[in-house]
Antibody, heavy 120, light 109 residues
Framework: QVQLQESGPGLVKPSQTLALTCTVS??????????WSWIRQPVGKGLEWIGR???????NYNPSLRGRVTISVDTSKNQFSLKLSAVTAADTAVYYC????????????WGQGTLVTVSS | SSKLTQPPSVSVSPGQTASITCSGD??????PCWYQQKPGQSPILVIY???RRPSGIPERFSGSNSGITATLTISGTQPMDEADYYC????????????FGGGTKLTVL
């Protein structure tokens, strides 16, 4: 059973960089054609895809966040990470990490989510 | 446009059938799926590839997909089905980026 766990600061100051890590257990982050995504949800609002990374390091990002977002992977630690720069209050949200088996397959495993608040 | 449009809310009486729609260009070709999210919880996949149901999801959940509209149907709706439902698909015009609908609040009353 694959499990994902987000970790990182719950409070980030405006203009700074939000950094989160997702630790994968119960399976290898490098196995198969899996890809790993970050998804966020402002409190009381809908889901927004941030981007994805393949074990090879290849990435795709939501065009609305491109330029501020970087997703990286550390296969030795079975982790992947999110960095979002120049944050504002609009970036306050619950951030989820999730897995999909392959392109055009759904997200079958999700982390529990972590709330990140942007405030001074 | 890759945008997916859902009604903000749907209401249904217990035991009746609830239908939630999701509309988008060429949605029939974009492998739509549906997630259920209850307050304070992560989303759970209930339908994928438009019509397929993951193991462990009750048979009362079904999906249909044609043209520009995907529909999630819950037959014999139970109070436990009250939740937010999100459709999701891929944007074939943009490296298969992931797109979510705005979500539908299903109220069972």
């Amino acid at each position: 059973q694959v499990q994902l766990q987000e970790s990182g600061p719950g409070l980030v100051k405006p203009s700074q960089t939000l950094a989160l890590t997702c630790t994968v257990s119960g399976g290898s982050i490098s196995s198969g054609s899996n890809y790993w995504s970050w998804i966020r949800q402002p409190v009381g609002k809908g889901l927004e895809w941030i981007g994805r990374i393949y074990p090879s390091g290849s990435t795709n990002y939501n065009p609305s966040l491109r330029g501020r977002v970087t997703i990286s992977v550390d296969t030795s630690k079975n982790q992947f990470s999110l960095k979002l720069s120049a944050v504002t209050a609009a970036d306050t949200a619950v951030y989820y990490c999730a897995r999909a088996r392959a392109m055009t397959t759904p997200f079958d495993y999700w982390g529990q989510g972590t709330l990140v608040t942007v405030s001074s | 446009s890759s945008k997916l449009t859902q009604p903000p809310s749907v209401s249904v009486s217990p035991g009746q059938t609830a239908s939630i729609t999701c509309s988008g260009d060429h949605l029939g070709e974009r492998y739509p799926c549906w997630y259920q999210q209850k307050p304070g919880q992560s989303p759970i996949l209930v339908i994928y590839q438009g019509t397929r149901r993951p193991s462990g999801i009750p048979e009362r959940f079904s999906g249909s997909n044609s043209g520009i509209t995907a529909t999630l149907t819950i037959s014999g709706t139970q109070p436990m089905d009250e939740a937010d439902y999100y459709c999701q698909a891929w944007d074939s015009s943009s490296a298969w980026d992931v797109v979510f609908g705005g979500g539908t609040k299903l109220t069972v009353l």
